[in-house]
């Protein structure tokens, strides 16, 4: 399997689209790149980080994406090309600097931020799309509509940044940036890159420093210029092409994995000859004049887009411009309703949204055989929720969250957080997590339900996070309890990895993106330094950590904190054998008969533990299970034996 | 390189499981054998939150022509290597159709459902005969329990990778497959090999 720094110019390699993205971004000849983990962007910076080293540029996995994205623009103030990735919710924790960098401008070196955006939420909390933001913000917009596009566009990107002097942002989505495809690779350069911030400054100059945002209006008017420049680039952007006849029975404008889609959509539909396809790559500020062009070649056009109608709305904004007497065509897309306005698409839904404008059937399959097909399917294919791993300490963690708050007896309620504790709002933590928002959202929300006591708020308050997201936004909200002396018990669930990301390492972990040993940024030093109350847990040791828990929430006074602390089984999994060879023993489970009705698989379902039907007993799945044990402390009857392995 | 033609272009094969079954690495090491081999291939595959124990699905699709999407239509699939039995089921009733080819290891792998009680999970003799009905060719793969023989029940995935290769229903043969799994598991290369050449033996069966 080829390494994205492969020196093999020429050759097609097999890339998901983050690693195509890494690629480009080496071929500009990048010095340094700096990301937050985030499904689907994670692995342009793990790919990156891999090879940094040999490559001798700098990654760094950041505390958070402002950091990163802040970090990155230093490096491109002091003439070094730099590179920032993240998810679309990332770019919101950014948008701030975002906004003020539009006003100064990037250094001489070429500064880009890739967006991994998630139509669906597929990994996310929401769908949020990141073109509008480009709009709002005025920065140059491309997405890439294929796997080579990917690693071309972002090579290009970094020369387009440093011809208009802004950053310019790479929207790519999941089934670009997580999909795999042929990419045919260019050069690396071999170059020696030398940093240097030029204070040089002329008083006379209305803008004596370079990186200031003052004077604010003129510089906004600068933006505007900037961008001007970048539509004039776009209307002869190679990565905007038509596909299709002269004239159209309809023409298709769409952009990124859409493209893909609708390309697949009139080859199953055999409309070649009736639809033609615009594809654009530039998405703002848009090419007007392309697009004007090609809107003459048919009466009825089509936006297949994802997520939000940006290129429906922008192209309608650009069509009520057009002068007087101009031809206006009848559109078709989200707000026609041809097309979702939510979720993610896939080549069925263009294929319905064409087959309805133009009228032609469509059959994908023999008519008997697919509805035996979905009966069958439906009849015998169980839901199959996604749940904790087998073996993960936050199955343990919320079981002793849901024994403690149960003791306590005064309705205690749990503020959730970004991660994989996320699933216990379901049966995977027993339906104890009540809110989910963004990064560090839950503690906030506690340090706000904290201070309702003068509204006789009694309920116990538990903000639950990881401990990557510790770091990321939780230390704020945690400083403002302290400062406001807020009622609230903060869980840290530190498995030391960033673990529904991929595992990457973060200021608690002692390791470096590059791999190399570093300071540890202790939780538990920190949060006593503010001179709040730690206690530090083994969530396999359900007796303690429900004792610590009550007796936490319990004591009434300001953020308290709990580290639940056990390493991911993932992790641990890879490096060691199972502790435990865990078993039923036939004789004590009692099966059917037994006052637990099924405890063990009803309720604390670890994909482990199978009930048998033929016995009516429960059963370990050899298969499945790691060997933690924790199960053998649940049964009231004492028939799940862990004997050590 | 001599790039064969493909018996339909695209060729779309879909690789089904469940989250941590190695449904990912299958798709990545078929995937580059084609690649080297001169095809277009595109995977489209669930990542993230479906790892946890959810089902999962690579969508791979083989051309000599086109880039084509991440996406199978429905009804377009052209082979299943199902590494579960009920997650086959569940992508024939979507992309199913009376020429589909299915290789299965009928191992189960049982689920908790939207309550979070255990799912009922079907007979498995039944189902299995259900599938067989629904596709024009099935092969049964004991994947699991030859790996199990071997050591260690993940290796099933290795094992189903030489099924696929032995079943001769992609343009790929053993020797094509040989290097993409040395390259891929450089530690433990004899058991690997060991495993993909079970498979192929077991589908010539």
Known sequence: MASIDIDAPGTSQLFIGNEAIA??????????????????SSEIMGSLASIAKKMGIYAEWSINEKVAMEAAAGASFAGIRALASMKQNGVNVISDFLANLVMTGIGKAGLVLVSCDDPSAISSSNEQDTRPLAKWL?????????????????????????????????????????????????????????????????????????????????????????????????????????????????????CGSCWLYSQ??????????????????????????LIEEHLNKSRNILFVEEIDPFLERSVMEMVANLPEGSRRPTFYGKRSGHMNAYGELNPDLVIKAIASILSVGYQPRDIEYAKKAEETAKSYVPERMMTFCAGCPHRATFWAVKNALKLDGRDGLVTGDIGCYAMALGP???????????????????????????????????????????????????INGIYNQSNFVLMILDN????????????????????EPTKVVSMEALCRSLGVHVEICDPFDLENSTETLLKMIADGSGPRVVIMRRECELVRGRKE????????????????????????TRVFHCPGLIWDKKTGKSKIDEVICTGCGVCADICPQGAIIKEAA | MTTKQLVKDPLNLIITGVGGQGNVMISLVIGNALVRGGYLVTIGETYGASQRGGPVMSHVRISKETQYSPFIPDGHADIILGMEPVETLRMIGQ????????????????????????????????????????????????ATEEAQKMGNPIFANVVLIGAIVGSGVLPLDEKSLEPVLRETFPKEVEANMAAFHKGVELVRQ
């Not at chain 1, 697949?264 to 998405?283: P, S």
């Not at chain 1, 595992?503 to 608690?508: A, K, L, R, T």
């Not at chain 1, 865990?582 to 008969?593: L, Q, R, S």
């Open chain 1, 138 to 254: 005025d920065i140059p917009l491309v997405e890439p509509g294929s796997f080579q596009e990917a690693k071309d566009m972002t090579k290009w990107l970094f020369d387009l940044a440093e011809e208009i002097g802004t950053i310019c942002i790479l929207r790519s989505v999941t089934r670009i940036a997580h999909a795999r495809g042929n990419v045919k690779l260019g050069k690396l350069p071999k170059k020696e890159q030398k940093a240097y911030f030029d204070q040089i400054h002329d008083l006379r100059n209305l803008m004596p420093t370079k990186f200031m945002t003052v004077p604010s209006a003129l510089r906004h008017a600068f933006a505007h210029l900037k961008l001007d420049k970048a539509r004039e680039t776009f209307e002869s952007s190679p990565f905007n092409y038509y596909l299709g006849p002269d004239k159209a029975e309809l023409l298709i404008i769409t």
């Open chain 1, 577 to 600: 054998k199972p502790p435990y060879k865990v078993h039923i023993d036939p004789d004590k489970c009692i099966g059917e008969a037994c006052g637990c009705d099924s405890l063990c």
């Open chain 1, 264 to 289: 697949d959509a009139v080859k199953a539909l055999k409309v070649e000859d009736k639809v033609g396809i615009l594809k654009l790559g530039t998405l703002w500020p848009l090419p007007e004049k």
């Open chain 1, 496 to 515: 030391n990895a960033t673990a529904m990301t991929g595992f990457q390492p973060h200021p608690g972990t002692g390791m470096t993106a590059m791999g």
């Open chain 1, 23 to 40: 690629r480009g971004a080496l071929e500009a000849g990048i010095g340094f790149a700096a990301a937050y983990p985030g499904t689907p």
């Open chain 2, 95 to 142: 992309f199913g159709n009376p020429d589909i080819v299915t290789i299965i290891n009928p191992r189960p792998i049982y689920s908790i459902d939207a309550t979070g009680s255990q799912a009922e999970y079907p007979d498995l003799d039944k189902l299995m005969e259900t599938i067989k009905e629904l596709s024009a060719k099935t092969w049964i793969v004991s």
């Open chain 1, 428 to 478: 995977a933590g027993f339906f104890q997590v009540r809110t989910m928002h963004c990064m560090g959202a839950g503690t906030g929300v506690a340090s706000g339900l904290g201070k309702l006591g003068q509204f006789g708020f009694d309920q116990p308050v538990l903000a639950v996070v990881g401990d990557s997201t510790f770091y990321h936004a939780t230390i704020p909200a945690l």
